[in-house]
């Protein structure tokens, strides 16, 4: 491809709405556009890494035996009502009528899709197991969209869908998604850890996500120091073991505490650590209103929250509605005289303090020397915080650390919580009627494209990874208007041409400077400068990662390129 032809709309300076790098410089270096808060064009230099992401992702998804499809975008509201998701997937689902006035959704996800098709399709166990999957754009209304392609309103992903007439039949699908997932980040060059996931508004319950590690990434990763265990932070269980504060019992006391409204500063006010306090929280689980008490060191964990209810939505109360039941705003709550209207139920570590303090459920006052059972009943107690550094490893290896992650991968063992809604069935070899059981699996492609970037960049620009780079090779000649220059890039670039090695070749009529910039920017893992000596017949070879450069006759080119790409 010959630069002059193409649109590759390079920027010197950083765009003043992009915070991270990936944004950043996916701007500068002519790959993306903003057509809309959370909506980008790709341009020819993006659309070509997309394509290499995507050509990767097909051949593991083949490898893996599944068959690739496309399904509509546009989808009748009627097939998300039948699994309920029509109502609780929240307003990230985009939704319109028709001029009918008939409701539709834009694609988020394809589980409905898929499932009514299959329920029509597939009738006898034989048919069983099928993997589909499909790579489209889908859409979700995001509230915030930020960091360019990392969090956008529309995005490309592959999804996949597995049905399967057992769960130790599933169980193999989702190992050999697994595996190809693991193939498929690998070949792109990234430093990635799958780790224990929810699922969400997906369903289901076993479930990993694939995270690059990156500082920018919106997940929080919790890992074990001395072992493989790694999770995302909302699902890590705690297994630390408590021992019963051994301290005699003081006298329960109400003491005021003015303007002290943060868990901070009640305990600096009370002076004691943040460990001698409680904290209590009002959420709305499935509309029940539940009063949840942690130590005031440790932080509630809503997924925690959700699951031990089974429940559909869980969300804080407002806090008109807490003072409503309560009597009380935030900062005053506590477990002591709740309605008994009200659940009461507690993490773990609750259970073994003494003498801490806690809300009055009054305005500005706190209880001290509160202690559980003489002061308060709990109805429940369970693992309702989050995993902590230092804290120990579930797997029981080690200690836990943080690390940042973006997601980019997603597996889903769903069972039967679609094929039971949708009556998907399939007559066994019986002839007997059963349900199927599913799993689901995506990979958002066009935040591949940016994790990938997050990872490989300089001061200078971008530095591709060889797989995934829009080009392998990078032609410039300095000086086109000199015809010994011109002729011998023309000469290399129908000799990489033919050997069918891509290859941009700069030819515009600019400056050395700007092409040297701009190709540093882009990132095409090798570079060919033809200058000075191409009288000589000699060019100046150079890679992007390490600057190695070192002068090349021109015979020598082909066999050097080759080598470098493992031909």
Avoid at 21 to 46: C, D, E, M, N, W
Avoid at 203 to 224: N, W
Avoid at 225 to 240: G, H, L, Q, R
Avoid at 349 to 375: K, L, Q, W
Wanted: net charge negative.
């Amino acid at each position: 491809m010959k630069q002059s032809q193409t649109l590759i709309p390079t920027l010197r300076e950083i765009p003043t709405d992009a915070d991270i790098k990936s944004h950043q410089l996916l701007l500068r270096a002519g790959f993306i556009r903003q057509t809309a808060s959370g909506v980008y064009s790709f341009l020819p230099l993006g659309k070509r890494v997309l394509r290499k992401v995507e050509e990767i992702v097909r051949e593991e998804m083949d490898n893996a035996g599944a068959n690739e499809m496309l399904m509509p975008a546009l989808q009748p509201s009627e097939l998300w009502m039948e699994t309920g998701r029509w109502n609780t997937f929240g307003p990230e689902l985009m939704r319109l009528h028709d001029r009918h006035n008939r409701e539709f959704a834009l694609g988020a996800t394809h589980e409905e899709v898929i499932t009514s098709l299959i329920r029509d399709e597939v009738k006898s166990y034989k048919k069983l197991p099928l993997m589909l999957y499909q790579i489209q754009t889908k859409f979700r209304d995001e509230k915030r969209p930020r960091f360019g392609l990392l969090r956008g309103r529309e995005f490309i992903m592959k999804d996949a869908y597995s049905f399967h007439d057992s769960y130790e039949s599933l169980d193999t699908g989702y190992k050999k998604m697994y595996q190809a997932y693991t193939k498929i980040f690998k070949r792109c060059g990234l430093n990635f850890r799958a780790v224990i996931a929810d699922s969400g508004a997906m369903g289901g319950k076993d479930t990993h996500e694939f995270m690059v590690l990156s500082e920018v990434g919106e997940d929080t990763i919790a890992y074990s120091d001395t072992s493989d265990y790694a999770a995302n932070i909302e699902m890590a269980p705690v297994v630390s073991t408590y021992t019963k504060e051994n301290e005699p019992l003081k006298e329960l006391e109400k003491i005021a505490t003015p303007n002290q409204k943060t868990m901070q500063e009640v305990a600096d006010y009370l002076n004691h650590s943040l460990s001698k306090g409680l904290k209590a929280l009002m959420f709305k689980v499935d509309e029940q209103l539940v009063l949840v008490v942690t130590r005031g060191d440790h932080e509630v964990n809503d997924i925690k929250l959700k699951n031990l209810y089974d429940a559909s939505v869980v969300e804080l109360a407002t806090e008109e509605e807490t003072r409503t039941v309560i009597g009380a705003g935030f900062g005053s709550l506590g477990p002591i005289g709740v309605n008994e209207e009200i659940e009461v139920v507690a993490d773990h570590a609750v259970e073994f303090v003494a003498n801490v303090s806690c809300g009055a459920n009054d305005n500005g006052y706190h209880y001290v020397n509160v202690n559980p059972e003489r002061d308060f009943k709990i109805s429940k107690y369970a693992d309702l915080r989050f995993i902590q550094e230092g804290d120990s490893s579930p797997d029981g290896n080690g200690t836990i650390l943080f690390a940042k992650g973006i997601e980019v991968g997603h597996v889903f063992k769903l069972g039967d919580f679609y094929a039971d809604k949708m009556g998907a069935k399939y007559l066994d070899d019986n002839g007997k009627a059963k349900t199927m059981v599913m799993g689901s699996y995506g990979i958002g492609v066009s935040r591949t494209l940016a994790a990938i970037v997050e990872q490989y960049h300089d001061e200078n620009g971008i530095t591709w990874p060889s797989d995934v780079a829009p080009f392998q090779v990078h032609l410039l000649a300095i000086n086109s208007k000199k015809e010994e220059q011109r002729l011998l890039a023309d000469d290399i670039y129908q000799t990489l041409k033919s050997a069918g090695i891509e290859v941009l070749y700069d030819d515009r009529k600019e400056r050395a400077g700007v092409k040297f910039t701009d190709s540093d920017l882009i990132g095409i893992p090798y570079r060919i400068t033809v200058g000075k000596r191409a009288e000589e017949g000699y060019v100046e070879f150079k890679t992007r990662v390490g600057g190695e450069q070192s002068d090349l006759h021109q015979s020598d080119i082909l066999e050097k390129v080759n080598k470098l790409l493992g031909k």
